[in-house]
Each structure stands twice: as C-alpha cells, then as structure tokens.
C-alpha cells in the first residue's frame, strides 16, 4: 500500500504508477532532446560562421605568385598543389560543409518535432490523469507586514549562498503564546477521539490560531513517525538547494516534486531524496565511502535542528519504493540502523509538523518566492466534485472532507497500515478566520478510521469560526 493513499484496487496503483514512470521517462528524455538540440544550434553557427568568413580568401589573394604554387606533404609523399587545385578544394569543402549544415537542419527539426510530440503527450495524460493544481494567495495576515505578496524573494529572506555542508534551515520560531480558550478545542477534540472507542495515548494534536498567533496541543511534542508528512521536511531542502545552486531546475526535478507531494508517490521521494542527500540506496559500504555516505544522510537532520527542531530524524526514506523492489531498508540503509543506533523510520512532533506549515504560509521557508512555489504544490481543491473524481486523492477520510468546499486549504497527509496524519492550513473565504491544525494518529485503529480525522476537522473549525464571530462581537460592543 502507498505510503499517502487509501487502500485501492490492486490494478489501479498498478497502472497509476505505471503511467507516473512512463511520465517521469517522458520528461526526462524532453530534456536531453533539449540539451541535444542546443548543441546542434551551435554546431549550426561555428558550421555559418566558418562558411561567411572570408579570412582564406582574403589571406590567398595577399600571397606572391610563387607562394600560390605551395608545397603540400602528406605522409611521405610530396605533391605539387596548383591555384587552381586549392579553389576547387575550397568549393569542395564549402559544399561539404552546406550540405552538412542541411543534415544538421534536418536532424534539429526531427528532433524539435519528437520533443513536441512528447510534450504534447505527457501534457494529454497528465491531464487524463488528474486536475491540476491551482495556487492559492495566503491571507494577508500570515505575511510580513512588508510583504504584500508572495511573489518574489526580499533581501531580508534569501538565504546566502551556502555550500550543501553549511546549509542550514532559515526560520527561526515564531512566538506563539498559549491559549486556554484553543486549548479547550483541542481537549474538545481528544474528547471525541475517546468517544468514538480510540485511544488517545497514540494521538497528537496542534493547533494554531494564525489571527492571534496563540497555540494550544495534545502531546504535540512527542516524536512519532510522520509516514508522508515527511515529504513537507524533504521539499523544504530540496527548494533551500534550489536557492542557493546547490541543484539545478530541471523537468524530471519538478515532475518528481508534484509526482512526492500531491500523489505522495514513494518511487518520486525516493529520486528527490537521493538528490537532496547526494547518495543512494544499494548494498553495504565500508570505511570512508560509507562514512561520507552516512554523514551526507544525517546533515538532513541537522539542516532543521540548527533553527531549533529539536530531536527530529528525517534522514530515512519512505517504504514500499516499487521501483528499487524495496519493502523496507536494506543494505547501507539497513546498515546505518543497525551500526548507528538511528531511528528505524522518521520521527516528527506535531508541533514541528504545524511549525514548518505556518513557516510556509508566512512566507519565511526559505523565501517568500521558494514558500509560493510550495504553496502551490501544497493546495487542495475543497470541491466534491473535483476531488472525488480522483481514486487516489487526499481528501476523503481527512481534514478536509468535513469542511465547506469555498474555504482555502492547503495540507499534507501521511496514511500506512499503522497511522493516519495530517498537516493543513485553513482560511475560511472572507479570510477572518486562519489557522494551522496538525493532527496524528499513530495506530493502527485510527488508519483504519476514515470518520475520525474528519470529525475533529469539522469540530475544530466550527469553534473557530464561533471564536471568531465571539471576538467581532466583543469589538462592535465595545465600540
């Protein structure tokens, strides 16, 4: 079963992640064919150039009668080259070289025509495939107040130029004071969980109101394993090393990013992670290839620790990766659990989870310009007649399900045989209510309840929205 998905038919994972890899092949061979035809373009020129320049005629008509009559040697033998034997060479070799001009012509738009088609085809299924993802503008009030937009980076946001080594996570924590109005929300929310028969001791929540930067939580600050919710730690990295050059933009980089965090595809992490660290699943190593391969691996943890994301261990990848046959770690992965002492799977608190969400949406995680790009990736269609036409969508049996389909959402979502997570920012449409609602369920009774995560979704907004509406009504009186 995929890491993110609900169960579903055998056949359909299968021809999803069929097509996904046939995608992902499409887009990689769209940018060799492009990186081939720049290079032809230049072979074009120098071939143009050559043939314009009149630099050998000039230097012939300057030589003496007597020099016309040259000396050629090649090998041992000696020839006699005549004036008129060196013209006609020179009208050979222009011809030669039109007529390789035409071939490389025709071999450029051949291969124009192929990239095109294959543009044209991924673009046919992707939409086949699934409804693309609009970005959503963040409320005002999750900006800076000098920022307006999340358009473009400013100069007080963007990390300086790092080496992958010095890289470190950019925002530092907000502060957010406790509330006990949000904490009896959160209680509230326990409360159902217990009535429905499911035991609280695996369940973690965090709420935070982004109108009054208050926070509340129920064991928000206990490690658990995160399933997907992770992929929103490793899209973080990979945009600070976009930023700051460590990677380049490439098609296959940006499929595989969609392909991670709106389908949770585990084979996409898989490739996203194995560039961000610099390594690679595979059989054991010794000495110091397996030491740098290891410190490469633990530095993703470091990256958050240094801005205080005190105890997390993001720095083992996601299971089952159908196309490395993994079920789970094996050979240097393995290796480093056993010989290290590392955590078997990630771990993650709630609060760091809900933390990096509103990092996000204000605009901080990285830059402002980096966060929109994230933002985008990260934003749900709330509309049942959209998201249900999707079998592996992230909207049935979560946050989302239970609210008004006008409302602004962006989350992400983590489901194994043994939890059920979530991550979301929501903003009601006329923008006055505004918050981040974490919510993890460790155990296999809260995975195989698709009512529960809903259910404490719509409770929690309802209050929020009757918070909000209390605190209007307190002004106008006092007004």
């Given at each position: 079963m995929r890491q993110l998905l609900k169960p579903k038919p055998e056949t359909i994972q299968q021809q999803n992640a069929a097509l996904k890899a046939k995608l992902a092949r499409a887009d990689r061979?769209?940018?060799?064919?492009?990186?081939?035809?720049?290079?032809?373009?230049?072979?074009?020129?120098?071939?143009?150039?050559?043939?314009?320049?009149?630099?050998?005629?000039?230097?012939?008509?300057?030589?003496?009668?007597?020099?016309?009559?040259?000396?050629?040697?090649?090998?041992?033998?000696?020839?006699?080259?005549?004036?008129?034997?060196?013209?006609?060479?020179?009208?050979?070799?222009?011809?030669a070289r039109r007529r390789s001009t035409a071939r490389l012509r025709l071999l450029l738009g051949t291969l124009l025509s192929f990239a095109v088609g294959l543009t044209i085809t991924a673009a046919f299924s992707r939409q086949r495939q699934q409804q693309p993802v609009a970005p959503i503008q963040p409320s005002a009030?999750?900006?800076?107040?000098?920022?307006?937009?999340?358009?473009?980076?400013?100069?007080?946001?963007?990390?300086?130029?790092?080496?992958?080594?010095?890289?470190?996570?950019?925002?530092?924590?907000?502060?957010?004071?406790a509330s006990p109005a949000l904490q009896a929300i959160v209680d509230g929310a326990v409360a159902l969980a217990a009535s429905k028969s499911l035991a609280t001791e695996p369940l973690s929540i965090t709420l935070i109101d982004l109108?009054?930067?208050?926070?509340?939580?129920?064991q928000k600050e206990k490690p658990r394993y995160p399933a997907s919710v992770v992929k929103l730690f490793w899209l973080v990295i990979c945009e600070a090393q976009l930023e700051n050059s460590i990677?380049?933009?490439?098609?296959?980089?940006?499929?595989?990013?969609?392909?991670?965090?709106?389908h949770s595809d585990n084979d996409a992490a898989s490739r996203i992670f194995d560039r961000i660290t610099q390594t690679t699943s595979g059989s054991q190593?010794?000495?110091?290839?397996?030491?740098?391969?290891?410190?490469?691996?633990?530095r993703m943890n470091q990256f958050f620790r240094a801005a205080g994301y005190d105890g997390l261990s993001i720095s083992q990848k996601n299971y089952p990766i159908y196309s490395l046959k993994l079920?789970?770690?094996?050979?240097r992965e393995l290796q480093m659990l056993d010989e290290q002492q590392q955590p078997i799977r990630s771990l993650v608190t709630s609060d760091q989870a809900a933390r990096l969400m509103y990092e996000i949406y204000s605009g901080k995680a990285i830059s402002a310009s980096r966060s929109q790009e994230m933002i985008a990736l990260l934003t749900r269609d709330l509309n049942p007649e959209s998201w249900k036409k999707q079998p592996d969508n992230s909207i049935a049996g979560f946050l989302g399900e239970s609210l008004p389909a006008d409302l602004r959402f962006a989350s992400k979502v983590?489901?194994?045989t043994k939890a059920r997570h979530e991550v979301a920012f929501i903003e009601s449409k006329d923008g006055k209510v505004a918050y981040i609602l974490a919510v993890f369920g460790a155990d296999p009774t809260y995975s195989q309840n698709s009512e529960i995560l809903p259910a404490i979704s719509n409770a929690v907004y309802t209050q929020m929205m009757e918070r909000s509406a209390h605190a209007e009504g307190m002004k106008k009186s006092e007004g």
């Amino acid at each position: 079963m995929r890491q993110l998905l609900k169960p579903k038919p055998e056949t359909i994972q299968q021809q999803n992640a069929a097509l996904k890899a046939k995608l992902a092949r499409a887009d990689r061979l769209i940018a060799q064919l492009k990186a081939e035809t720049s290079q032809l373009r230049a072979q074009i020129s120098q071939l143009q150039r050559r043939s314009a320049s009149p630099q050998s005629t000039a230097s012939f008509r300057t030589r003496s009668p007597a020099a016309q009559n040259r000396t050629v040697i090649t090998g041992s033998e000696t020839r006699l080259k005549h004036p008129q034997q060196a013209s006609s060479g020179r009208s050979s070799r222009a011809v030669a070289r039109r007529r390789s001009t035409a071939r490389l012509r025709l071999l450029l738009g051949t291969l124009l025509s192929f990239a095109v088609g294959l543009t044209i085809t991924a673009a046919f299924s992707r939409q086949r495939q699934q409804q693309p993802v609009a970005p959503i503008q963040p409320s005002a009030t999750l900006q800076p107040s000098s920022q307006p937009q999340l358009q473009a980076s400013t100069a007080a946001a963007v990390l300086p130029k790092q080496t992958i080594d010095e890289l470190v996570y950019n925002a530092q924590p907000a502060s957010l004071e406790a509330s006990p109005a949000l904490q009896a929300i959160v209680d509230g929310a326990v409360a159902l969980a217990a009535s429905k028969s499911l035991a609280t001791e695996p369940l973690s929540i965090t709420l935070i109101d982004l109108k009054a930067n208050m926070i509340a939580g129920y064991q928000k600050e206990k490690p658990r394993y995160p399933a997907s919710v992770v992929k929103l730690f490793w899209l973080v990295i990979c945009e600070a090393q976009l930023e700051n050059s460590i990677l380049q933009p490439d098609p296959a980089l940006s499929a595989d990013l969609t392909a991670m965090i709106v389908h949770s595809d585990n084979d996409a992490a898989s490739r996203i992670f194995d560039r961000i660290t610099q390594t690679t699943s595979g059989s054991q190593l010794s000495g110091e290839a397996y030491a740098t391969w290891l410190k490469n691996r633990l530095r993703m943890n470091q990256f958050f620790r240094a801005a205080g994301y005190d105890g997390l261990s993001i720095s083992q990848k996601n299971y089952p990766i159908y196309s490395l046959k993994l079920d789970g770690p094996d050979g240097r992965e393995l290796q480093m659990l056993d010989e290290q002492q590392q955590p078997i799977r990630s771990l993650v608190t709630s609060d760091q989870a809900a933390r990096l969400m509103y990092e996000i949406y204000s605009g901080k995680a990285i830059s402002a310009s980096r966060s929109q790009e994230m933002i985008a990736l990260l934003t749900r269609d709330l509309n049942p007649e959209s998201w249900k036409k999707q079998p592996d969508n992230s909207i049935a049996g979560f946050l989302g399900e239970s609210l008004p389909a006008d409302l602004r959402f962006a989350s992400k979502v983590g489901m194994t045989t043994k939890a059920r997570h979530e991550v979301a920012f929501i903003e009601s449409k006329d923008g006055k209510v505004a918050y981040i609602l974490a919510v993890f369920g460790a155990d296999p009774t809260y995975s195989q309840n698709s009512e529960i995560l809903p259910a404490i979704s719509n409770a929690v907004y309802t209050q929020m929205m009757e918070r909000s509406a209390h605190a209007e009504g307190m002004k106008k009186s006092e007004g």
